[in-house]
């Protein structure tokens, strides 16, 4: 505020209220240009105002209680957007029409599929499924629209899918750093009785190199490694500055990670993994990042790591 405005007054007067038209034109800019008669209504808009802006052309139904504002020249998007306000707030794009929004498929033309928690009357142009379990983690946005996550939208794909699609869809999610096998196994423990369960896991055995690779098996082949090649034991599972590490040795600062794919190989699991590696350097605690392949030639590995441990050894002593 000026020195004018100190003295008299802010002259400008209070911010006009935006009429219901400015509202709206403000909701379908972000909405792709679509909204639901409940938006209207909750705008301020009463029934026989949405049936006038209809009659003059403002409004354009796309289905019922959805309608595009100003034009139907609508992203593409638009129309799954549409498809979801249609089966209402809490529902979902689902099945081929979430995988093709997540880029799972090169191209998708049939009818639009949408999950909703409660039954819906059946719509042109849509299949519509209904669950009940519908989890937080479940829910997602791409592109504007709300969608299943990766992971449902891949368990949900199964049911409906043939294993040639079901595969290349997988294999695309890995390219686009979307597949997440943990993410994926923890849906179908939500959901046992999926009918494509079966197909799914037959698919996701070729994201594990050596199913005999668990966790449990990497650290005792480490472990082995450690004791056969004269490194000293180090400590095991233990949690440093709020941090869980697979190995530490004090002495040298030095802690082992073991990156047992396909479970580091996530894009989530690769943020969350040099996130805590960064934190662990503001303590002056060097992490190395051992790999199963790593662990089948044990004695070049184990050379690597004396190295390294006599390294931090002289620079901390």
Known sequence: MGPFDAAYGDRRGPRRALTPDERLAALASKQLGVVSA???YELGFTRQAVHRRVRKGRLHRLHTGVYAVGHLSLK?????????LACGSDALLSHDSAVALWGLVRTYTGPIHV??????KPRAGLVVHRS??????DRAVSQGVPVTSVARTLVDFADVAGPARLARAVDQAEILRLFDLGQIERTLERLPNRPGRGALARVLAAYVPDAAFTRSRGERDFLRLCRDNGLPAPQANLWIHEQELDFFWADAALGIELDGEPWHRTTRAFHEDRSRDRVLAT??????????????????????LKAIRARRLAMLH
């Open 115 to 120: 999950t909703a928690p409660r039954a819906r």
């Open 76 to 84: 593409p998007p638009a129309g799954q957007l549409a498809a979801v």
């Open 283 to 304: 303590y002056g605690i060097q992490v190395n990042r051992v790999t199963q392949q790593d662990l089948r030639r044990p004695a070049a590995l184990a050379r690597e």
């Open 132 to 137: 009940r379990l519908i989890h937080p983690d």
């Open 38 to 40: 409940a938006q209207l």
